[in-house]
């Protein structure tokens, strides 16, 4: 069977290293696929997170294609971790010879696999670029910072972004703003989503705070400078001077789960 033009074109490599990146990388994903002809897209899974349970789940849910190459990284120091993603990653770039490698968010697989494609000269297209916290201290940002410096083409989520980059030298031909990729997702699966009520209650929160007159108000913390118990204590009581009341027992179950 003869093949067809795009097996004959050299892949887009797209990089999943730690949960979030699943979700960002999903409409990227559906979007390669939906075309009838250009490069065909490989999904690189590092194995950054590898609870394997949780991932055969989100992969499910978001619809995503199993990986096609899953590096097994695992655990270990950021320093470690991140070297042993570019050891891995290497062989791959020299065994495919990819038009572009498509790498998203901040984690260390996205730092790490965009040095290896920068140093083999293969072009870095970064998603979700140009985000800052102006935190030094936090990982995430200095695998930001690097990667921004390094991608050949930076796709923004937010105006302020683009700013961001901008201050930092990078010049504005490389940058392009395009929307939020996790938006694409959340509206992708609004269909499969559990009702309001039902998470409410499934985290004891009283279901009835879902019609206050005033409104409701749902809060996340995902990294650990969020949680420290002393830091969430007095977030929590300055937000709960002037938020409507649906806000409170929710913070007050974060702070039981950062505190236990």
């Known amino acids: 069977m003869a093949s067809s033009s795009a097996d004959r074109l050299p892949p887009i490599l797209c990089v999943v290293g730690a949960r979030p990146n699943f979700m960002k990388m999903a409409p990227i994903l559906a979007a390669l696929s939906g075309r ?3 490069n065909p897209a490989l999904l690189v899974h ?6 394997q349970d949780m991932s055969d789940r989100l992969f499910s849910d978001l619809g995503l294609p199993r990986p096609d190459i899953n590096l097994e990284v695992g655990s270990a ?24 490698v498509v790498v998203v968010g901040d984690v260390n697989s996205t730092l790490a696999c965009s040095l290896v494609a920068a140093k083999k000269q293969v072009p870095v297209v970064h ?28 796709y923004t989520t937010e105006r302020s972004a683009n700013t961001n980059l901008e201050r ?18 959340l509206r992708g699966n609004l269909a499969k989503a559990a009702s309001a009520i039902q998470i409410a209650m499934a985290n004891g929160v009283d279901g009835a705070l879902l019609d206050h ?7 996340t913390l995902t990294r650990k400078v969020l949680i420290v118990p002393t830091r969430l ?18 913070a007050t179950m974060a702070m039981r789960m950062a505190c236990s």
């Not at 670029?129 to 990667?147: K, Q």
């Not at 007159?213 to 809060?219: A, L, S, T």
Request: glycine share 8%; aromatic share 4%; with cysteine.
């Open 168 to 185: 930092e030298g990078i010049v504005a031909d490389r940058i392009c703003f395009v929307g939020n990729v996790m938006i694409d997702s």
């Open 46 to 51: 590092t194995g950054q997170h590898y609870d």
């Open 213 to 219: 007159p005033r409104g409701y108000g749902v809060v």
């Open 77 to 100: 120091s950021h320093a470690v971790q991140t070297a042993e993603v570019m050891r891995r990653f290497e062989p791959i770039i020299d065994a495919h010879a990819p038009a572009c």
């Open 36 to 38: 009838r002809e250009g």
């Open 127 to 154: 998603v979700e670029a140009g985000l800052r916290s102006r935190d030094r201290s936090m990982p995430e940002e200095i695998n930001r910072v690097l990667t921004d410096q390094i991608a050949d083409r930076l």
């Open 233 to 250: 204590k007095v977030a929590i009581a300055r937000r709960s001077r002037s938020a409507s009341p649906g806000l409170k027992p929710a």
